[in-house]
């Protein structure tokens, strides 16, 4: 985000204030937004990895093992474009990466 994630933290107690917020809008914009498939695919999934990790519930948060085998496994298309991924669909774990959902499945 270029910045402290505080606001966004904040945003995660209250779910539906993430509905319209979308993984673009998080990002640090001093980067510019990857044109690359693959590049996408991966900030998607470490997105979703990130708030797997931010769960309040520690046995629902992924292991290490979990982390690693998320990242060995193969790439597929994300089947939306990256500017309409909201920051609900990847605390929920709804972006189908690998045929998988997210890390939920892993």
Known sequence: MGKHPEELLSWLSSPTSLVNMRLIDVLDNRLPLPTSQLVAQNLVRIATLAF??????PKSRPTMKKVCEEFLCGQTSLGVPLRMISLLQLVNCEMHIGGKTGTCNV
Do not use: G, I
Not at 52 to 57: D, G
């Open 52 to 57: 797997a990790c931010l769960n309040p519930q």
